[in-house]
């Protein structure tokens, strides 16, 4: 039977104890779950398998892929080039990259990259794996590309172009690659186990990910019924959108398809910093305590304080226009909102901040209660913020902080 190791304040006993349950029953193949007060560990346990064949136990130096939780660490990535002056969250990105400027994109600031809203969510075509992996190329594709909507008017998830995006800001201003710089001015100096990508040397601890069950398909009948012609019209209009065509894309592959490339040499030498980003708990926990404690963690001054206040400056809430889902969005990070899809945290008033990744794994700073919380896993369900285990493991986290206060 897998077992649970690690360090855990009995405090905080029902998390262990969750991780435990879950581990037993089959729902968690493996996990890392990490929770630091005033930047020191109350919870880092971690357990189960890192493979579906049961034949790696889980250590703490598993790192398995985190998906769009590497957009935290990309977003810190911009919040450290903030303080330090040399990236302003006012300015126009083609400051920095005078070729984005095209097709009208010259006013688009810096802040509508970070908040989802500078209208670029996706390519304008299909982009093979290997063209979106070749990083200068297919950010070059998007400085090309016009806007889909009215930069900082509206909002919509940009799923996989975040990285590029920020990543080419990154590269302009420092002449490193994001993975380079993440290597050099984050994890390193924290001592956090995190990277874009996966070096080869570190294939050998990495988690094999386990796609999700597909969801459900509705019956023909309730399908055709749903789709009736005016309601794309109807969207459309709600959402300011203009009359001009979507490019017409083919069907998305099944999640076992984009799951079992995240288990290839390929996807892990790319430098995906919205997607493959590659973490224990302790890891993205380490790095992302620098926003919770006011900019330094680790005697490690990332972030000055305005940059931090900069975080919970909100730029967009409402219905992203990718997703659907309600969001409410600081400058690099989600925000807590009762009518969001962060409703299910058990607090929502005062300074807290989150990104969470396809599948399960989150990373949420807790600035009132000086507290970061970061789960890790390899077996994932069909959910953007959050699977039901995730919820479980942070209820219990609130929980035992309640009790203590």
């Known amino acids: 039977m897998a077992t649970v190791h690690g360090h855990c304040d009995p405090r905080f006993t029902a998390v262990k104890t969750a991780l435990q349950t879950h581990l037993t029953s089959g729902a968690e193949l493996g996990a890392s779950i990490y929770v630091d007060i005033d930047g020191a560990p109350v919870v880092d346990i971690w357990g189960g398998h890192a493979d579906r064949a049961h034949t790696r136990p889980w250590t703490d130096r598993t790192i398995a892929n985190i998906w769009s939780s590497t957009k935290a660490v990309t977003a810190l990535a911009a ?8 990236l302003d969250p006012h300015e126009r990105i083609a400051t920095y990259w005078p070729e984005f400027a095209a ?14 809203s500078a209208g670029l969510p996706d390519w304008d075509r299909e982009l093979s794996s290997e063209e979106k992996y070749d990083i200068p190329f297919a950010a ?12 900082g008017e509206a909002f919509g998830y940009h799923m996989v172009t975040m990285g590029h995006l920020v990543g080419e800001l990154v590269r302009r201003i420092t002449g490193k690659t994001l993975k380079q710089f993440v290597d050099d001015e984050i994890a390193g100096p924290l001592g956090a186990d995190l990277q874009i990508g996966a ?19 509705p019956p023909p009948a309730a399908a055709a019924a749903q789709a009736k012609p005016e309601d794309g019209e109807k969207k459309a209009a709600e959402d300011g959108e203009t009359k001009k065509e979507a490019p017409k894309k083919p069907m998305p592959p099944p999640p076992s398809a984009l799951v079992d490339k995240s288990n290839t040499p390929a996807w892990r030498l790319a430098e ?3 997607a493959n980003g590659h973490s224990t708990a302790a890891g993205l926990a380490r790095a992302l305590s620098a926003v919770t404690l006011g900019g330094t963690a680790n005697d490690v001054a990332l972030l000055n304080p305005s940059t931090v206040d ?7 809430h409402g219905k992203c226009l990718v997703t659907g889902l309600p969001m409410r969005l600081g400058v690099g990070f989600g925000l807590t ?14 300074r807290i ?11 949420i700073m807790d600035l009132e209660r000086r507290m970061t919380i970061a789960y890790v896993m390899n077996k994932m369900e069909m959910t953007v913020l959050g699977n039901e285990r995730t919820k479980e493991y942070v209820r219990a986290v609130y929980e035992a902080v309640k009790g203590t206060a």
């Open 79 to 86: 919040l450290v080039l903030i303080s330090r002056g040399q």
């Open 103 to 116: 097709e009208g994109k010259q006013d688009v600031l810096v802040r509508h990259l970070l908040s989802h």
């Open 140 to 151: 070059g594709l998007l400085a090309q590309q016009k806007p889909r909507w009215t930069p």
């Open 199 to 217: 070096r080869e040397e570190d294939w050998g601890r990495c988690a094999e990910m386990v796609a999700p069950p597909m969801p459900p398909m």
């Open 272 to 274: 995906l910093g919205a």
């Open 310 to 316: 900069l975080v919970f400056e909100e730029q967009a």
């Open 337 to 350: 909102g009762a009518d969001t899809f962060a409703a299910w945290f058990p607090e929502q008033e005062g």
């Open 353 to 363: 901040a989150f990104w969470g990744g396809w599948g399960g794994s989150i990373v």
